[in-house]
């Protein structure tokens, strides 16, 4: 045979797709060294800090309140009464022939100061409406929501345990009361589940600031038992749907 031409392979020749396409001839996806940069400097070790706190316990700051407002100005039918023994509130005006709609939101939202004389002016005044107020307080429940949420998330345990107080008092100041707070436990109840664990375990010594009821956890489950008691059917459940046990 003769030469063979220029050009002319002298047999078939392999195709570059007929090698092995098996995964030990493929790179993995990132362990090439092309277009990556690299350096012999030492890298800086990264300093793993401790998580931030929630803070979910903790104080929140303390706006001043609508009764600080009315009082400073001279707005409210009341004044202390000083005496031997103790101070006491004196009102200028019979307490049955108040405004509801206008003097008990004030008085409420008032609780959650730390100063006096508003905190003893406010507390005392409010107990003194739910005290004589009767069928006059259930129509104002729904404007005592706002003050009632505002001073329980302050999470100041003083505070907190005033409002409870104050809660307590207000369902069993006039009938129909507690269940007309049921549909505002969504409002309400959130501190609640967060606080309701917030109890002294002193083992077998004695707490000598019962009197003073300011246990949260205590005063937590007094009120849910009296929200039970006098919320009718739905309390029970609502209840439960807000704080799990």
């Keep these: ?106 008085f409420l939202d008032g609780i959650r100061e730390k100063e006096d004389p508003y905190r003893f002016l406010s507390v005392e005044g409010t107990h003194n409406i739910l005290d004589r107020g009767g069928s006059k307080i259930l129509p104002v429940v729904p404007q005592l929501i706002i003050p009632i949420n505002t001073a329980l998330n302050t999470r100041d345990p003083e505070v907190m345990a005033t409002t409870l107080k104050v809660l307590q008092k207000l369902v069993l100041s006039g009938e129909m009361v507690g269940e007309a707070l049921v549909p505002y436990y969504r409002q309400i109840l959130p501190t609640f589940n967060l606080f309701r664990n917030s109890s002294k375990n002193i083992g077998d010594a004695i707490d000598y600031g019962q009197r003073k009821r300011l246990n949260l956890g205590e005063l937590i489950d007094e009120t849910l038992e009296i929200f039970e008691v006098h919320g009718g059917a739905d309390a029970f459940i609502n209840i439960k749907y807000m704080i799990p046990t």
């Excluded at 350096?39 to 903790?58: D, L, N």
């Excluded at 001043?64 to 005006?93: C, M």
Aim: glycine share 12%; aromatic share 8%.
């Design 1 to 106: 045979m003769g030469m063979l031409g220029r050009g002319q392979a002298e047999g078939p020749q392999p195709s570059p797709r007929s090698h092995s396409a098996g995964p030990a001839n493929f790179r993995m996806k990132c362990t090439g060294t092309g277009g990556m940069t690299t350096s012999i400097a030492p890298k800086p070790e990264r300093s793993v800090g401790q998580p931030p706190k929630a803070g979910a316990f903790e104080r929140r700051a303390i706006a001043p309140s609508e009764f600080r407002r009315f009082y400073d100005r001279g707005d409210l039918p009341i004044q202390i009464l000083h005496s031997g023994t103790a101070n006491r509130i004196s009102w200028k005006v019979d307490i049955e022939k108040l405004d509801y709609h206008h003097y008990l939101p004030i």
